[in-house]
C-alpha cells in the first residue's frame, strides 16, 4: 500500500510540474528581429515616454537619450495587450565593455522574487534584448531595474535607450470536446484523466488525514 501511495504521490508531483509555464526567454541581438510580431507600443528613455519611476534614475530627464537604472529604483512602462497570447520586448541598451553589466526586468511587480536577471552581451554599440513573455489581455507594466547582485563595480547596469511591444502570437483556445462515436476514445481517455485526477486528490487528502 505503501509504494502503490508513492507511486500516485510521485505521478502528482510530475503532473504538476508539467503544468507550470516555460519561463521567459531572453536573447541578445545586434539588431531587432523582423520576425517578431505586430508593434503595439514602442517608448523612448525619456520622463516623457515612461509612466512612473521610483527612487534616483540617473540621466532619465524629459530631454535625455538614455537612462541607467541603480540600486534602489525602477523604471515603469504601462501597455495594454489585446488578446492572450504570446508577446516580445525589445529592451535597446549599451552595455560598455569595462565591466560586467545587466538589467533586471519584471512584468506587473516590483517584488525582487519576480524580476528576471538579464545578463547582457557588453559592447560600446547598440544591443537588443529579445524577450518573450506569455500575458492575458489587459493592462499591464513593464518594469526595469538594475541587475540582481548589482554592486556598481564588479557588477554594474547598463544605459536604456528605448523599449518596445510587439503581439507575437495568440494563444491557443481549448476546442470543445467532440462528442460523435469517432471521439469516443480521446473522450473516455479524457474522463481516465479524470478520475486518476481525483484519486490522486483523495489520496493526497488522506495522506495528510492520517498525518494529523
Known amino acids: ?52 519611476s521610483n527612487g534616483s534614475v540617473i540621466n532619465l530627464s524629459e530631454n535625455g537619450t538614455s ?26 541598451y549599451i552595455g560598455r565593455t569595462n565591466s560586467n553589466r545587466g538589467f533586471d526586468y519584471a512584468i ?32 499591464h507594466s513593464f518594469y526595469l531595474f538594475c541587475p540582481t547582485g548589482f554592486d556598481d563595480e564588479t557588477l554594474k547596469s547598463c544605459d536604456i535607450y528605448g523599449w518596445s511591444a510587439y503581439f507575437t502570437k495568440e494563444a491557443v483556445k481549448a476546442a470543445a470536446p467532440d462528442i460523435t462515436s469517432d471521439a469516443a476514445p480521446d473522450t473516455a481517455d479524457t474522463a481516465v484523466i479524470a478520475v486518476v485526477a481525483l484519486a490522486i486528490s483523495a489520496t493526497a487528502a488522506i495522506v495528510i488525514s492520517k498525518k494529523h
Open 108 to 139: 506587473d511587480a516590483t517584488d525582487t522574487s519576480k524580476r528576471v536577471f538579464c545578463d547582457i552581451v557588453e559592447s560600446a554599440d547598440h544591443r537588443y534584448a529579445v524577450i518573450t513573455e506569455e500575458l492575458t489581455a489587459g493592462t
Open 67 to 92: 537612462f541607467c537604472p541603480k540600486e534602489n529604483c525602477w523604471v515603469r512602462y504601462e501597455f495594454k495587450a489585446d488578446k492572450d497570447g504570446t508577446y516580445t520586448f525589445i529592451v535597446d
Open 1 to 52: 500500500m505503501k509504494k502503490f501511495l508513492t507511486f500516485i504521490i510521485t505521478a502528482a508531483i510530475l503532473f504538476t510540474m508539467a503544468s507550470v509555464s516555460v519561463s521567459a526567454a531572453v536573447t541578445y541581438q545586434e539588431a531587432v528581429p523582423t520576425d517578431i510580431g505586430t508593434l503595439i507600443v514602442k517608448k523612448g528613455a525619456t520622463t516623457k515616454d515612461i509612466t512612473e
